[in-house]
């Protein structure tokens, strides 16, 4: 990846509904050059999909937590199935040590947190924590610098 495709990324990343034609501006090249870039980036991988960020708090959850599951009594998979299917679960991750899995909700506020812990105590230990604030609430992806 060259330094034309990390400028065309951190574009993407900051309007994902930029148009070829404002790419092409700001990046100096031609839309046929833009459009064969954005190509290889998705069949590199690099650019997975595009999407639209959505406020949590303007669509009914305006409230975040982090859970952490630990001791889980069913298989690491059939957790992982049941998490896919749950709506109020935005992220789940499989961790090291002590806490299997570690996952962000978006809920409506307190009694969405009740049911959601309701869902999940069936499969082992829940330890919620509630998000006051978010210093960072999202950041652009760069690769790394060698």
């Not at 993407?12 to 790419?23: A, V």
């Not at 999909?49 to 859970?67: C, H, M, N, Q, W």
């Not at 199935?81 to 040590?97: A, N, P, S, V, Y």
Request: one cysteine or more.
């Amino acid at each position: 990846m060259d330094t034309i495709d990390q400028k065309l990324i951190k574009l993407l990343q900051e309007d994902g509904r930029m148009t070829i034609s404002d790419l092409s501006k700001h990046l100096s090249l031609s839309r046929p050059s833009i459009y064969e870039r954005l190509f290889r980036l998705q069949e590199k991988g690099i650019i997975e999909r595009y999407t639209a960020v959505i406020s949590p708090k303007e669509v009914g959850r305006d409230t975040l937590l982090f859970i952490q599951m630990s001791e889980l009594k069913t298989s690491p998979q059939e957790f992982e199935q049941f998490i896919k299917d749950d709506e109020d679960i935005l992220e789940c991750h499989r961790m090291t040590g002590y806490v299997s899995h570690f996952l962000k909700a978006a809920v409506g506020g307190m009694e969405g947190i009740q049911m959601l812990v309701d869902r999940l105590i069936p499969y082992g230990n829940v330890n919620t924590s509630i998000v006051l604030r978010s210093a960072v609430k999202y950041r652009n992806i760069t690769p790394l610098k060698k």
